[in-house]
């Protein structure tokens, strides 16, 4: 089972300023097959990230995702308010399916 | 408009079981991989089960193989998840959500809830 481990476990920032979320694997994740997701209270996750690097549809660009094999990022670049949320990766490439346990980014 | 619309949540006693429905709307439903994915209060996102397009493949997480059953209607466009042995351990949001191995989980439902509990 590849554990995918987050960090920092909280991120608190201020809007405008940039983000940037870590995702390390336990092993290489097959075929870049890494997702970011977003969680508000209340809310179901919802896909901002797919194959490491390529945006959902609909996402805003100041998402990006970059890495391979067994590091990934995730960076906002310019946060908003509303980006105030729980962000989990997940690998998708080899059975079973995990999620890391999250990191909350917190908009002062 | 995509659409996964879960059904069946509740209060159920531990030993009790619990049926799951989801009808989806606004993608090929037939040829789309599904799981059902679980949030417990306080702990994160569980895989707990998933389907190949045509039911030749599923998959269970060891916390609820035995108990948990899953299945889909691609005639219906509904995938549904039959819960057994229910433990207070089970309470969560399950979500219904396209996608699966090899696939990004790209569409979620808005979730049902399952509180087990005496």
């Known amino acids: 089972e590849i554990v995918l481990t987050q960090s920092p476990g909280t991120l608190c920032l201020s809007p405008g300023e940039r983000a940037t979320l870590s995702c390390r694997a336990s092993q290489s994740v097959g075929s870049g097959y890494l997702g970011w997701y977003q969680q508000k209270p209340g809310q179901a996750p919802r896909l901002l990230i797919y194959?490491?690097?390529s945006r959902a549809t609909g996402i805003p660009g100041r998402f990006s995702g970059s890495g391979s094999g067994t590091d990934f990022t995730l960076t906002i670049s310019r946060l908003e308010p509303e980006d105030s949320a729980v962000y989990y990766c997940q690998q998708y490439g080899s059975p079973p399916l995990t999620f890391g346990g999250g990191t909350k980014v917190e908009i002062k | 408009e995509v659409q996964l619309l879960e059904s069946g949540g509740g209060l159920v006693q531990p030993g009790g079981c619990l049926r799951l429905s989801c009808v989806a709307s606004g993608f090929s439903f037939w040829s789309s991989t599904m799981s059902w994915v679980r949030h417990a209060p306080g702990k994160g996102l569980e895989r707990v089960s998933g389907i190949t397009t045509n039911s030749d493949s599923t998959y269970y997480a060891d916390s609820v193989k035995g108990r948990f059953t899953i299945s889909r209607d691609n005639s219906n466009n509904t995938l549904s998840l039959q819960m057994s042995s229910l433990r207070a351990e089970d309470t969560a949001v399950y979500y219904c959500?396209?996608?699966?191995?090899?696939?990004?989980?790209?569409?979620w439902g808005q979730g049902a809830l399952v509180t087990v509990s005496s």
């Open positions: 194959g490491a690097s």
């Open positions: 959500v396209k996608g699966g191995l090899g696939d990004p989980f790209e569409y």
